[in-house]
Nanobody, 126 residues
Framework: QVQLVESGGGLVQAGGSLRLSCAAS????????MGWFRQAPGKDREFVAA????????RYADSVKGRFTISRNNAMNMVYLQMNGLKPEDTAVYYC???????????????????WGQGTQVTVSS
């Protein structure tokens, strides 16, 4: 069983920054891509960013390109999302997700992620 636990959410003013962390436990990371998704009230869950096992070729939603950066530390079983230049429309619950072992491609489709965290709230005030 895999457990993903997000942290680092909170309340921030527009233009501010937050760094989300995701800690994985229960199994060893093995060649799996990781991603971040978010869900705002009344909206569907949407893709934010994803990163392959190797850390190359990250993928970002157009709405966060140039502002957010995804990274990972495989030795520590950690994934991060650095969020700069936050906007009120970034307000949402942010979820960390993991593909299964050996699923190395960083995809934007939530259907291809097998494990999910409980989410962390990010609120950006105007």
């Amino acid at each position: 069983q895999v457990q993903l636990v997000e942290s680092g959410g909170g309340l921030v003013q527009a233009g501010g920054s937050l760094r989300l962390s995701c800690a994985a436990s229960g199994r060893t990371f093995s060649w799996n891509a990781m991603g971040w998704f978010r869900q705002a009230p009344g909206k569907d869950r949407e893709f934010v960013a994803a990163l392959s096992w190797s850390g190359g070729t990250p993928r970002y939603a157009d709405s966060v390109k140039g502002r957010f950066t995804i990274s990972r530390n495989n030795a520590m079983n950690m994934v991060y999302l650095q969020m700069n230049g936050l906007k009120p429309e970034d307000t949402a619950v942010y979820y960390c997700a993991s593909r299964k072992n050996f699923a190395t491609v960083a995809t934007s489709s939530a259907l291809q992620y097998d494990y999910w965290g409980q989410g962390t709230q990010v609120t950006v005030s105007s």
